[in-house]
């Protein structure tokens, strides 16, 4: 069974720094991209980053790009987002997942998912 436990979110000001973790069980780590998902109320899901654990390469939204890093831990079947110079509009649920194939910042593109994790940036 495929499951991720997410950890990390919280409350934290703006300016201030958050690391994601998303712990990964019951598949091949190195077989897929894992991505990392964030949705606010009222709007879509949105994603964030991608990493493939096989070769590390990575994807990035716009609105996050040199403010947020992706990476992996492959003998921890980990993955973390170190979140840095955070905004009030990054407040959202965030969501790890598996990529199956399609796009990387397309939500349909992934099959399993994690539970989210909170994270609340206060101005």
């Known amino acids: 069974e495929v499951q991720f436990v997410e950890s990390g979110g919280g409350l934290v000001q703006a300016g201030g720094s958050l690391r994601l973790s998303c712990a990964a069980s019951?598949?091949?780590?190195?077989?897929?991209?894992i991505g990392w998902f964030r949705q606010a109320p009222g709007k879509s899901r949105e994603g964030v980053a991608c990493?493939?654990?096989?070769?590390?390469?990575?994807f990035y939204a716009d609105s996050v790009k040199g403010r947020f890093t992706i990476s992996s831990d492959n003998a921890k079947n980990t993955v973390y987002l170190q979140m840095n110079s955070l905004k009030p509009e990054d407040t959202a649920v965030y969501y790890c997942?598996?990529?199956?194939?399609?796009?990387?910042?397309?939500?349909?593109?992934?099959?399993?998912w994690g539970q989210g994790t909170q994270v609340t940036v206060s101005s």
């Open positions: 997942a598996t990529h199956r194939s399609g796009p990387l910042s397309t939500s349909s593109s992934y099959d399993y």
């Open positions: 019951g598949f091949t780590f190195d077989d897929y991209a």
């Open positions: 990493i493939s654990s096989r070769d590390g390469v990575t």
